[in-house]
T-cell receptor
Framework: QKEVEQDPGPLSVPEGAIVSLNCTYSNSAFQYFMWYRQYSRKGPELLMYTYSSGNKEDGRFTAQVDKSSKYISLFIRDSQPSDSATYLCAMSAAAGNKLTFGGGTRVLVKP | DVKVTQSSRYLVKRTGEKVFLECVQDMDHENMFWYRQDPGLGLRLIYFSYDVKMKEKGDIPEGYSVSREKKERFSLILESASTNQTSMYLC?????????????FGPGTRLTVL
């Protein structure tokens, strides 16, 4: 069993819809959680960074962490075709430790 | 603007060849990383380095080695390429201190071993 599980998709939504992404993990030591976005033929770029449980909002993006359920989510409001990409979750047990990535979810936002 | 560059976007090599993948960052970052990315498996860490001439094994170091002679440059070496090393290779860097979890990635090198 993988340490971090993520549905590969593709997840197809109409423009303007809310995109809901999630990851589950098995290692209770994880405390730092990240979401990366990766466009086709590009390297990943950091979208959101959260510590421990709770919510964090940045523009149209909201990240949620539920450590009791070992479950993290990313919501994208008012989705745009430019949000079409692969979204990877990543996590670590301590700041500066190596990251463990999920397999990524491919998202398609249709105009 | 932060920049991580990788020497090649696409590379085709034959089984048994020695392969060098180069990565250069211009952000004066202490930390550098090599990952491989395969469908459904996400990114897996091969090697990383926290300082010049320093290296540590990641999760899948077998069949790879690295070199970091200068702060800005981190090289990944496949001593004898095999077909199961066909993959996308991504280099990343991050600063020391509070921003160390923010990794900046290069565009990747898609390596095919025939």
């Amino acid at each position: 069993q993988k340490e971090v599980e993520q549905d590969p998709g593709p997840l197809s939504v109409p423009e303007g819809a809310i995109v809901s992404l999630n990851c589950t993990y098995s290692n209770s030591a994880f405390q730092y959680f990240m979401w990366y976005r990766q466009y086709s033929r590009k390297g990943p770029e950091l979208l959101m960074y959260t510590y421990s449980s709770g919510n964090k909002e940045d523009g149209r993006f909201t990240a949620q962490v539920d450590k009791s359920s070992k479950y993290i989510s990313l919501f994208i409001r008012d989705s745009q075709p430019s949000d079409s990409a692969t979204y990877l979750c990543a996590m670590s047990a301590a700041a500066g430790n190596k990251l463990t990535f999920g397999g990524g979810t491919r998202v398609l936002v249709k105009p | 603007d932060v920049k991580v560059t990788q020497s090649s976007r696409y590379l085709v090599k034959r089984t048994g060849e020695k392969v060098f993948l180069e990565c250069v960052q211009d952000m004066d970052h202490e930390n550098m990383f090599w990952y491989r990315q395969d469908p459904g498996l996400g990114l897996r860490l091969i090697y990383f380095s926290y300082d010049v001439k320093m290296k540590e094994k990641g999760d899948i170091p077998e069949g790879y080695s690295v070199s970091r002679e200068k702060k800005e440059r981190f090289s990944l070496i496949l001593e004898s390429a095999s077909t199961n090393q066909t993959s996308m290779y991504l280099c990343a860097s991050s600063a020391a201190g509070p921003l160390r979890d923010t990794q900046y990635f290069g565009p990747g090198t898609r390596l095919t071993v025939l």
